[in-house]
C-alpha cells in the first residue's frame, strides 16, 4: 500500500472498525461467551480478568476483519500475469481511480499512462449507478432504497488479443431511510457507494489474476 492511500484507508478503517465493534459486542454466541469464561482456580474473583479478556478478543476479530474488509492487501499479495497495464477509462472515473490504487498497492503490476507501452489494457466500458425504492411506510413515504453499482469492462492488448471479452457487473446495498437523520443518511449512503466501489474493483482484480496468458 503505498504512502498516498495511508489516509483515505484510515479514515474508512475507522469508521468500519467502529461498526463492526458493537456488532461483535451483540453477535458473540452463548457457545463462545461460554468459552470465553473461566472457572476460578483456588477461590477468588476472577470476573474482571475474564471480562477484559473477552473484550480483548471481541477487538481482536473486529480489527482483523475490519482491516480485510477496508481494503488492506500487503503488497503482491495478487499476482497479475502482466508486468505494466493501462486502465482505460474517464479522467474523473472513480472505478479507475479505485482500480489503479489497489493495482499499486496489492500487486506487482504497474499502471503506465502510455497506452502503447503496456502489455494489457483495462478497459472499462461504462459504470453507472442507481437508487431503487425497496419499501415504503403505511404513509407512502420511502423507508428502505436499494443501491445499485454497475460496470462493464474488457481486458485486451491493444494489438487485437483479447484476454477478457467483455464483462457486467453488478453490486447492491440496502440503505434504510430515516428522516430525522437525513446528513447521516447521506453520508452512508457515500460509504456504501464507496464499499461496492471497492467490491467491484476486487471482482475485476480475481478475474484478471485468473488469467493464463
Known amino acids: 500500500m ?3 492511500d495511508v489516509p483515505r484507508v484510515a479514515k474508512r478503517c475507522k469508521q468500519r472498525l467502529g461498526r463492526l465493534w458493537r456488532a461483535g459486542r451483540s453477535e458473540i454466541t452463548p457457545g463462545l461467551r461460554r468459552g470465553l469464561t473461566t472457572t476460578p482456580i483456588g477461590g477468588g474473583n476472577h470476573e474482571p480478568a ?3 479478556r473477552r473484550r480483548r478478543l471481541i477487538a481482536a476479530v473486529a480489527f482483523s476483519s475490519g482491516l480485510v474488509a477496508c481494503g488492506f492487501r500487503l503488497r503482491g499479495t495478487q ?3 502482466f508486468e505494466t497495464v493501462f486502465i482505460a477509462a474517464a479522467n474523473n472515473s472513480p ?3 479505485e482500480l489503479a490504487r489497489s493495482i499499486r498497492a496489492g500487486t506487482s503490476t504497474r499502471p503506465v499512462t502510455d497506452r502503447a507501452a503496456a502489455q494489457a489494457v483495462v478497459e472499462i466500458i461504462s459504470e453507472a449507478r442507481s437508487r431503487d ?3 415504503v411506510n403505511a404513509q407512502g413515504r420511502v423507508r428502505e432504497y436499494q443501491l445499485r453499482l454497475r460496470t462493464a469492462f474488457r481486458v485486451h492488448d491493444d494489438k487485437g ?3 477478457i471479452a467483455p464483462t457486467a457487473l453488478a453490486v447492491s446495498r440496502d440503505l434504510a431511510v430515516s428522516e430525522a437523520q437525513i446528513l447521516a443518511r447521506e453520508s452512508e449512503e457515500t460509504q456504501l457507494y464507496a464499499d461496492m466501489q471497492i467490491d467491484l474493483v476486487q471482482q475485476m482484480l480475481r478475474r484478471l489474476s485468473s488469467l493464463k496468458l
Open 161 to 163: 488479443r483479447e484476454f
Open 95 to 97: 472505478l479507475g481511480i
Open 133 to 135: 425504492v425497496l419499501s
Open 79 to 81: 499476482q497479475l500475469p
Open 2 to 4: 503505498s504512502s498516498s
Open 50 to 52: 475474564n471480562r477484559a
